[in-house]
């Protein structure tokens, strides 16, 4: 249900990262995005404080997994990366504590997360892409650690 203004989101083939780990946690953060979407009502999001919460914690477990897969790669754009997801994670925050303060989520608020997932999966994680692409990254795609 797009309540008629934003559409839900979905993961475009030309999103794939191509390490499973972080090609899942996108779609569910997609998801988390789009119970934001559901949840509004015409005026307000309906719940916005477990709404924001359910998405600041995947955001956050979802960034350690992408960061210590850049570490496992050694990828030189992981300094950048990490200052990029602790903004992401801060604008999120200022978010939150603005929309408790006045007691609502409105449609701005919903687009503000909505611009936010995709300034980090379509803007810096496709950078990450292209290194994959560019170093020939052909692993199975299974977690760090897993047997
Ligand atoms: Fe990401
Ligand atoms: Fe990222």
């Known amino acids: 249900m797009s309540n008629g203004l934003i559409k839900p989101l979905s993961l475009p083939a030309s999103w794939v990262i191509g390490w499973r780990e972080i090609d899942e946690d996108h779609e569910i953060i997609l998801q988390v995005i789009n119970g934001c ?5 015409g005026t307000t999001v309906v719940g916005f404080e ?4 359910a998405l600041r914690d995947r955001v956050r477990g979802h960034f350690d997994h992408e960061e210590r897969f850049m570490e496992h790669l050694n990828y030189p754009g992981l300094r950048w990366h990490h200052a990029h997801h602790r903004k992401w994670l801060e604008h999120l925050d200022d978010l939150r504590a603005t929309c408790s303060r006045k007691g609502y989520a409105d449609y701005d608020d919903i687009l503000v997360c909505y611009d936010q997932v995709l300034s980090d999966i379509v803007k810096a994680d496709l950078v990450l ?8 990254f052909n692993k199975p795609q299974t977690r760090l650690g897993a047997a």
């Not at 979407?37 to 009502?41: F, G």
């Not at 892409?129 to 020939?136: N, T």
């Open 129 to 136: 892409q292209s290194y994959l692409l560019e170093i020939g």
């Open 50 to 53: 477990d709404e924001f919460k």
């Open 37 to 41: 979407i559901a949840a509004y009502d």
